[in-house]
């Protein structure tokens, strides 16, 4: 088989990607590990950039998500029982939407589809070959038979545990990784939210998020050991522990119910450089990780790929490399300081482990400097809504 673009992975950057460059007559076909329910199946991102959603309206996916997201103007932080205002809107005079990571992959696996778009499901043992060539190619299996795919590039969107980083020799790559000494344990529950806006908040008992998807959909998080699993929290201890981290206004209110599913995130800041080898380039979580603290994993997947959608097409329409030869450069200006945001508001927010009297009244003087300073205010807001691509 021969296509221009081989996509490894089939989540928001790879589906993404190839949307983008199917509607410019260019071909691609996503190699994806596991089944589309499987990928739908993950709770993940809440939270959208303009970026991300200006990206999916060019992409022509975005009629669900104009018609049924939820603008945010603005967030809430909470610590000591005491909670102040963020106002995006007038703070940077834009804001962000609400609308789940599912319902964006499902879209786009939905346009993929209606395009006839070429995706495989349940590919096995994928290694890209000859990447540093002008002619490489990628091999798999499928229900034990191998096949092989030459194109002309190759996008790795195969997230954190995939192939393509690794392809990049151990001599090439420089990695930067801090682990965070907990977790987030999520769930999500078919009960209204307990606040319009999403609430941050920074308890003595740890970090707690208060966010959601729809009016009857609510999305919760608690800080708790990297060691615990979803299994050794019953849903009446997941309760019980928010209630005792939230403000007492919204702890009196909160309405509980069972969850339909709960989960566990270990928290890690991660970039890989550069995020190009030869003709592979990274996308997503494939290159680069942030705590989920700042929304940003998957508003940085799209920028990366806006500027690799747009250096492949500079590319094809044109034979000019600059946009594919400065992608690693472009992409990772923007990834560094969505980390920087992400490692700030994850160190604002959680209790750590070795945290001293003296780190805490840090970290409550930084708080209390956030409530009283509106340029502070304004910093927060811009990292937030997004930097501009
Ligand atoms: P994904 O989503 O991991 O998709 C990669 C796909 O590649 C497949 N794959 C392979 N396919 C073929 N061959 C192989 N060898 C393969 N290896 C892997 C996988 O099966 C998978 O389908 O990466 P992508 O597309 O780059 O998307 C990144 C986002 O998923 C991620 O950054 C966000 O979910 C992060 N994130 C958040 N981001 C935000 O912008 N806003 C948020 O509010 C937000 N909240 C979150 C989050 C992540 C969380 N978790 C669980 C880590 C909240 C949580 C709890
Ligand atoms: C979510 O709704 O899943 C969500 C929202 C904001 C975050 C992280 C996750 O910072």
């Given amino acids: 088989m021969r296509t221009q673009v081989a996509i490894i992975g089939g989540g928001p950057s790879g589906l993404l990607l190839s949307q983008l460059l199917h509607r410019k007559g260019i071909d691609t076909v996503v190699l994806e590990r596991k ?7 993950r709770i993940r991102a809440g939270v959208l950039e303009t970026g991300m959603v200006v990206l999916m309206r060019e992409a022509g996916v975005s009629a669900r998500l104009d018609a049924e997201s939820f603008v945010h103007d603005g967030v ?10 963020i106002n995006f809107k007038e703070l940077t005079g834009t804001s962000v939407v609400v609308y789940g990571q599912t319902e964006v992959t499902r879209d786009l696996y939905d346009a993929r589809e209606a395009m006839g778009g070429k995706i495989v499901f349940n590919t096995e043992n994928v290694q890209i070959h000859a990447a540093e060539s002008d002619a490489p190619y990628v091999t798999y299996r499928v229900a034990g038979t191998e096949h092989r795919i030459d194109c002309d590039y190759v996008a790795g969107c195969d997230g954190f545990h995939g192939v393509s980083r690794k392809t990049i020799p151990s001599t090439v790559r420089r990695e930067y990784e801090k682990i965070y000494p ?3 344990l999520g769930i999500l529950s078919e009960t209204p939210p307990v ?3 999403l609430i941050y908040v920074n308890s003595d008992r740890g970090f707690a998020l208060c966010s959601m998807r729809n009016a009857n959909l609510s999305r919760y998080y608690i800080q708790c050991s ?10 009446e201890a997941f309760w019980d522990e928010l209630k005792h981290r939230l403000p007492s206004a919204e702890a009196e209110k909160l309405i509980t119910g069972p969850s339909i599913e709960k989960s566990n995130a270990p928290l890690r800041s991660f970039v890989t450089e550069p995020m190009r080898w030869g003709r592979l380039f990274l996308c997503g979580d494939a290159a680069h990780i942030v705590p989920p603290t700042g929304a940003k994993g998957l508003n940085t997947a799209a920028s990366d790929i806006h500027y690799l959608y747009h250096g492949l097409i500079q590319m094809f329409e044109t034979g000019d ?3 594919i030869d400065r992608y690693s450069e472009k992409a990772l200006a923007r990834v560094w300081k969505a980390e920087r945001f992400s490692w700030w508001m994850t160190n604002l927010l959680h209790r750590f482990p070795d945290q001293n009297a003296f780190d805490l009244k840090m970290q409550r003087a930084e708080i209390e400097f956030l409530r009283s300073n509106r340029q502070a205010q304004a910093v927060l807001a811009q990292n937030y809504v997004g930097l501009p691509y």
Avoid at 35 to 41: A, E, I, Q, S
Avoid at 78 to 84: M, R
Wanted: hydrophobic share 30%; no cysteine; net charge negative.
């Fill in 321 to 323: 490399s600059e946009g």
């Fill in 226 to 235: 990297m060691s615990d699993s979803p299994e050794d929290w019953t849903d």
């Fill in 35 to 41: 089944t589309r329910d499987y990928v739908l199946g």
């Fill in 195 to 197: 606040n319009d806006e």
């Fill in 182 to 184: 907990f977790g987030w």
């Fill in 76 to 85: 809430i932080i909470s610590y000591a029982d005491e909670k102040f205002d």
